[in-house]
């Protein structure tokens, strides 16, 4: 599996499961030009490659390499909406990639860190661990 692959399994899985849960709610992809919304929640997500490194040799001599990395998904919620719905909506994100894999790429338990308030907004960052397996 190359980062592209795994940018685009975990975009599709996080997309059609969102889409499931909060409709109303947007996210900004990578390199996405539509501006955020001035009065509505809405998530912003990345995928960050970590590490890689070797960590064992295939049967026809290839060598096996574990690429980590962490998906992150930023939350806002505007002023008024509170803390509640920050994290109701970062729940919900974090329950879509708790765990989940596909062929060659595991998710492990996903992190919260809450930001500061920004002239009203509020903002939580979760982050989700991966790891996936590459012949070479």
Same mark, same amino acid.
């Given at each position: ?22 409709p109303a709610v947007p996210v900004r992809w990578p390199n ?11 998530? /912003?997500? #990345? ?6 490194? *070797?960590? @064992? $040799?295939?049967?026809?001599?290839? +060598? &096996? ?26 729940? /919900?994100? #974090? ?6 894999? *596909?062929? @060659? $790429?595991?998710?492990?338990?996903? +992190? &919260? ?7 009203g907004w509020s903002r939580a960052t979760v982050t989700v ?8």
């Amino acid at each position: 599996m190359s980062w592209r692959a795994e940018l685009l399994a975990l975009s599709a899985r996080f997309a059609g499961q969102w889409a499931l849960a909060e409709p109303a709610v947007p996210v900004r992809w990578p390199n996405d030009p539509t501006p955020p919304p001035d009065a509505a929640p809405w998530l /912003r997500f #990345a995928v960050v490659p970590v590490d890689a490194r *070797a960590v @064992g $040799l295939a049967v026809d001599g290839q +060598r &096996l390499y574990r690429h980590a990395g962490l998906v992150t998904l930023d939350v806002f919620a505007p002023p008024g909406q509170g803390r509640a719905r920050l994290l109701e909506l970062a729940d /919900r994100a #974090a329950a879509i990639l708790r765990g989940w894999s *596909a062929p @060659g $790429l595991r998710c492990a338990a996903p +992190r &919260l860190a809450l930001g500061e308030d920004d002239q009203g907004w509020s903002r939580a960052t979760v982050t989700v661990p991966f790891a996936r397996d590459s012949l070479f």
